[in-house]
């Protein structure tokens, strides 16, 4: 089974490794590289508070530093992958059966998405594995009720804090698994210990953090704005920049600083730019309850959706170009309907307390989660627990002395579980993938293909905001300055608030010659963000054009 998994991400890997998103990256992954490479090169303290969680590209940072690829990244995922299912298998074992525990870690091994981002440099292969083996060790735990496992095993979870910060969240709705009736003191010391556990990785991040002026600080200062982002009167339940067209990690860590300052019109610590954000969020759940409740009812809906929703990286696009991920890969809806039925053997097997620690885990990552904003990835360490209840009725029916009649149930059922979901599947969002596309060929010195790229992204979705920036940005580069400002245009009317839209088209009615709308433009861009470098060069420029053009009149005047 593991060799089996193991293969599986190889060939995946052969064919997509040199695709865009895996072997260019973008958004996130880059600014995992990056960061990386600044590790790597012997910049490990830092001088600002973290903003992302930290273990990620510490991790790849030391590896880097003996092989400076992607690629390198990728195999050890693989291999950590490969470990993950082994300790999923061991936490089946422990919570059922050992047939359960393989076919539990046998499904994670084909699902889709884990597959995927076991070749991406995004964190979620990582944590992943981690849930699993946090998942034994909560199970081992359990088992003994000896408070080194217990120790352990919050250590584990303190690793998974390092990796996604909302499991500082999560963690604490496992402390009832150590409760054991009549041991009130023992009980009490072991969930202590748990809390221990997970505080000892958090130590030495929220010491950095400190020295280097963060405050308080135990993991990162990007909770607040992204509770905001998740939780305000504009929210749809995915992700929207504080400022629009500022999606960029750069932009993430800049814009909660800047505008959290600018409000209070004095600087601030790491600390108090999130508590900025988490008190304007609370306060518009105070003032609209009833709007606060449907958006939360609405995340739980995109967290439980069929559809895997994307982030820099689209699922279906590069199935499309991995025929062994194409062939065998499983989607939500398969890992749905197999934990569906895993609960009904669930119930009359009686497994339900046993199998605590999955479905605590699983609610509690789901409203981790739910609480902030949603991409599809985002649920994938909350999904690990599932399998261990999808794995039941298929070990109903495989293992060793099951009937006939139960092995081919079993198999109607996984036939049925991988084909069904994926005939109610949408059509992908295909304007998402090309943005990126466009994004990556810009990069790469090749406008005529980035262009190419904006304009299929506009015509997937005519809607959509950042393909006029884009094309916009593009013709102000090639000298096409009048269809600079048109695209800018429909932008700045699309959404007011985009600072970068706004010099832009600044940029585009200067080179026409149009002073006074070139004015009003890179105003309200200036208004926006004051200290915005490109607005206030464009700036200077008009004022010296307007200087020059009132000089040329009064030498020409009587």
Known sequence: MLAGAAALRLLHWAAVGRL????????????????????????????????????????????????????????????????????????????????????AAALAGLYAPFVLHDVQL????????????????????????????????GAAGGLLVLLRENALAALPLLLPLAWRRGEYRASLGRGLLFLVGIALPLLPVAARNAWVGGGLLPTTYQGGANYYIGNNPEADGTYRPLTPGRQIPAHERREPWRLAEAAAGRPLTANEVSAYWYERAFAWARAEPLAFLRLQLRKAGLYLALYEWPDAVDLYWLRARSPALAAVGLDFGALALLALAGAGVAWRRRLWGAL???????????????????????????LVPLF???????????APGASRRARLAALALLVAAWGLPRLALPAPRLDLV?????????????????????????????????????LGALAGRSGRAEEARGWLERAVAREPGAVEAWANLGAACLALGDLPAAAAALDRALALDPGFAAALRNRELLRQRVRGEAAAERAGGP
């Open 434 to 470: 090309e943005q990126n596309l466009g994004r990556l060929a810009a990069d790469r010195g090749e406008p005529a293909a980035a262009e190419a790229h904006f304009r299929a992204a506009l015509a997937a979705n005519p809607e959509s905001f950042l393909p006029l920036v884009e």
């Open 20 to 103: 865009p998103f895996v072997d260019q990256l973008v958004l996130d992954s880059a600014e995992y590289d990056r960061w990386a490479r600044t590790l790597a090169a012997g910049d490990w303290l830092g001088s600002e508070p973290f903003f992302q969680a930290p273990l990620y590209p510490y991790l790849i940072g030391l590896v880097y530093r003996l092989a400076a690829t992607p690629h390198a990244v990728y195999l050890l995922q693989i291999a950590a992958a490969v470990a993950g299912l082994w300790c999923l298998a061991r936490a089946g074992a422990r919570l059922a059966d050992e047939w359960t525990g393989l076919a």
């Open 356 to 382: 605590a620690p999955a479905w605590l885990f699983a609610l509690a990552w789901m409203a981790s989660t739910v609480a902030f904003f949603l991409f599809s990835r985002y649920r994938l360490p909350g």
């Open 122 to 153: 995004l964190k979620e292969s990582f944590a992943v594995s981690l849930v699993a083996a946090l998942l034994w060790a909560v199970a081992a735990a359990r088992a003994s009720g000896r408070g080194r496992a217990w120790l352990l095993a």
């Open 388 to 398: 261990l209840f999808a794995g039941l009725p298929l070990a109903a029916g495989f």
